[in-house]
């Protein structure tokens, strides 16, 4: 079964940074891309950035470009969202999600969540 | 960007058909058949309903079809039932090499 647990969520002051770990599980994590999307408190959704299965190739949304960096560690079989100089309005529910296919643009397994707060 | 605009709610009796639009641009719909759709239950994770604009990922019922004309997707759910009222997002890669969401819609079952 395909378990997706994030983690390293919480409350930061506005300039400060957090490093999101998505912890991966029941399949070939190194054969897969994997993408960050996010979720304002009552809001849709945004795509932030996505990683291929070896590391090699990242994509990233405008609005964080320059501020979060995607990585993996595919020997920990885990992805990681590095966020620097946050904003208020960083503040979402942060979900990572396994490609679906063969494509970078769909996602078939996502995570729970984890909730980064940017207030002071 | 922009977020692809889809209309903020859409309700239906049950057994009736809805559709969802999801209108973008010739620089994302319009120029791609890489369109998905996702079902997202309050508090849940979202759901991969749709690719490729009308392909369905197994498991997912057949009751939901997808279409595109133009800059404009679509979204059917037919013979509506209880545990269809959810969220549904569009999805569109794009000539920037990112990925767009709609706005969402809210899927009300009266």
């Known amino acids: 079964e395909v378990q997706l647990l994030e983690s390293g969520g919480g409350l930061v002051q506005p300039g400060g940074s957090l490093r999101l770990s998505c912890a991966a599980s029941?399949?070939?994590?190194?054969?897969?891309?994997m993408t960050w999307v996010r979720q304002a408190p009552g809001k849709g959704l945004e795509w932030v950035s996505t990683?291929?299965?070896?590391?090699?190739?990242?994509y990233t949304a405008d609005s964080v470009k320059g501020r979060f960096t995607i990585s993996r560690d595919n020997s920990k079989n885990t992805v990681y969202l590095q966020m620097n100089s946050l904003r208020i309005e960083d503040t979402a529910v942060y979900f990572c999600?396994?490609?679906?296919?063969?494509?970078?643009?769909?996602?078939?397994?996502w995570g729970q969540g984890t909730l980064v707060t940017v207030s002071s | 960007q922009s977020a692809l605009t889809q209309p903020a709610s859409v309700s239906g009796s049950p057994g009736q058909s809805i559709t969802i639009s999801c209108t973008g641009t010739s620089s994302d719909v319009g120029a791609y058949y890489y369109v998905s759709w996702y079902q997202q239950h309050p508090g849940k994770a979202p759901k991969l309903m749709i690719y490729?604009?009308?392909k369905r990922p197994s498991g997912v019922s057949n009751r939901f079809s997808g279409s595109k004309s133009g800059n404009t997707a679509s979204l059917t759910i037919s013979g509506l039932q209880a545990e269809d009222e959810a969220d549904y997002y569009c999805s569109s890669y794009t000539s920037s090499s990112t990925l767009l969401f709609g706005g969402g819609t809210k899927v009300t079952v009266l």
């Open positions: 990683i291929s299965g070896s590391g090699g190739n990242t």
């Open positions: 999600a396994k490609r679906y296919g063969s494509s970078w643009y769909y996602s078939d397994c």
């Open positions: 490729d604009v009308s």
């Open positions: 029941g399949f070939t994590f190194s054969s897969y891309g």
